[in-house]
């Protein structure tokens, strides 16, 4: 069964960074596409950013320049630098994935269960 599993929210001032990861474990043939997504109090999720096997990126326009995604594929897992973080970016971060079952051979896409990033004014 393959899991994900995001870990580096916290709080954080205004103007700071933080990092966040996910892991993606258990049986696992090949990873397509990775990315994260953001869902603050009241509003529906909506992505932050995503990154192709291959390390093509895309960004929402609120955080180009200040966040960036990356991956290591040896380590099944994608990074999310977020830096020059703003109040407004408060909200509940989503690690997704669609990845090829390693047993059935099934492309499906998976989700964490998020982390919390607090940034204060």
């Known amino acids: 069964q393959v899991q994900l599993v995001e870990s580096g929210g916290g709080l954080v001032q205004a103007g700071g960074s933080l990092r966040l990861s996910c892991v993606a474990s258990?049986?696992?043939?090949?990873?397509?596409?990775m990315g994260w997504y953001s869902q603050a109090p009241g509003k529906q999720r909506e992505l932050v950013a995503s990154?192709?096997?291959?390390?093509?990126?895309n960004y929402a326009g609120s955080v180009k320049g200040r966040f960036t995604i990356s991956r290591d594929n040896a380590k099944n897992t994608v990074y999310l630098q977020m830096n020059s973080l703003k109040p407004e970016d408060t909200a509940v971060y989503y690690c997704?994935?669609?990845?090829?079952?390693?047993?059935?051979?099934?492309?499906?896409?998976?989700w964490g269960k998020g982390t919390l990033v607090t940034v204060s004014s």
């Open positions: 990154i192709t096997g291959g390390g093509s990126t």
């Open positions: 258990g049986s696992i043939f090949s990873i397509n596409d």
């Open positions: 997704s994935a669609e990845i090829v079952d390693g047993v059935v051979m099934n492309t499906m896409a998976y």
